[in-house]
């Protein structure tokens, strides 16, 4: 009993630093509100989540290896610090330099957390119940995402001249919960197993992504994000070019999609104790898919948000059940794997780059175009996830 209490007590800091790693998807509202005030394109605004994702391919697998020298709860007390810098810069400006430089940051920290706390929630989670674990980690993270638009469009609306905050008003008040998450962790104790052998080198990190599996995980974390950062972005720009809403209105597509990962990640965390990872998988993926097509040729709102609410259910599982087979596949090398799949997370910048050029080009419809062409690769990696 006295062990479950100690688990369920370490996992208190854990959860709320899986809400501050939710900090990272305001990027996709805000990007919408940056653009909205510096009149950029979609091509220029959508540099920000794209941005934020390219410091994964930067940070992914040297954080695993740091994690070798320092320890899996340090490297997140760094992210965490690094975390709160990003939120402060834009309380003092508005500036594309000044945004550029805060998303940077929110990604770079957002690098080191999401390497380092998933295999620190590991020490006290393991085997069976480390995909479950993880879901539920994915469904605290998804409340700070979904809460996002909405505090972003609060903030719009009162728009509080004395703080000159608008819809800013976001950054002060994760800034405050990034605090709490950063005290909370410091003082909770975990013991860390140590790798075998000797700490792999570069080479060594990436040399595990010849291994045929280890790659399929890769690309479907890439896949993934992009279709999460995609969706986040391009929403509510649907809704505004199809039935001319505005920002402020059309910014409850945001919150709708992770409302509803919100909840897909809340019944997964039960429903992958009661099915299989793979069934449970291919589900997600069929939910996407008629999204995606419905997304091409439905122009009602009702429409519009039911197949927005289907990728927010569809792809609030996908991460966790692949991060956690490519744990499993190889458990003597977490930290490594760890690296690796966050390292996918890069699909965060390759996918908004291309939608952003593909909408610019034909309109909204080619960036669901660019979203699909990933929800096809995961219909393929479905075949290829193992009964660990």
């Given amino acids: 009993m006295k062990n479950n209490e100690n688990t369920y007590m370490k996992l208190i800091p854990i959860m709320l630093c899986f809400f501050a790693m939710g900090f990272v998807d305001l990027v996709g509202i805000a990007s919408n509100y940056v653009k909205a005030d510096l009149d950029l394109s979609d091509a220029q605004a959508n540099i920000f989540p794209s941005l934020v994702f390219f410091w994964f391919l930067i940070f992914s697998v040297p954080t695993g290896m740091l994690m070798n020298r320092i320890g899996r709860k340090k490297t997140v007390l760094l992210s965490l610090l690094i975390t709160l810098v990003s939120l402060l810069i834009p309380i003092f400006g508005d500036s594309y330099i000044i945004m550029l430089v805060s998303f940077s940051l929110l990604g770079i920290g957002n690098a080191l957390m999401q390497t380092s706390l998933n295999p620190l929630l590991s020490t006290i989670v393991s085997g069976e119940k480390l995909a479950s674990s993880l879901t539920f980690g994915q469904f605290v993270k998804a409340i700070a995402s979904f809460l996002a638009p909405y505090i972003a469009g609060w903030g719009a609306i009162m728009a509080i001249p004395s703080f000159g905050l608008s819809w800013r008003i976001l950054f002060p008040i994760y800034l405050i919960i990034c605090v709490l998450a950063t005290i909370l962790l410091g003082y909770t104790s975990f013991k860390e197993e140590k790798e075998e052998g000797e700490p792999s080198t570069f080479s060594q990190c990436f040399a595990l992504l010849g291994k045929p599996f280890v790659l399929l995980c890769f690309l479907g974390i890439m896949c993934h994000v992009g279709i999460d950062v995609g969706t986040n972005t391009t929403a509510p720009k649907i809704l505004m070019e199809r039935l001319n809403m505005t920002l402020a209105d059309a910014g409850f597509a945001t919150s709708l999609y992770f409302i509803f990962r919100t909840a897909g990640c809340l019944l997964g965390a039960f429903i992958l104790q009661k099915i299989s990872s793979k069934a449970f998988f291919a589900i997600s993926i069929i939910c996407m898919l008629i999204a995606m097509i419905g ?63 593909a909408s610019d080009a034909i309109g909204q419809v080619g960036a669901v175009a660019v979203m699909t062409v990933g929800v096809i690769y995961l219909m393929f990696y479905t075949l290829k996830i193992k009964t660990l």
């Fill in 295 to 357: 997304l091409f040729l439905f122009d009602s709102k009702t429409a519009i948000y039911i197949c927005i609410a289907l990728i927010g259910f569809g792809n609030s599982n996908v991460f966790p059940i692949i991060f956690s087979q490519a744990m499993l596949y190889m458990p003597n090398k977490k930290n490594e794997i760890s690296g690796l799949m966050i390292m996918g997370l890069f699909g965060g910048t390759i996918f908004p780059l291309a939608m952003g050029v």
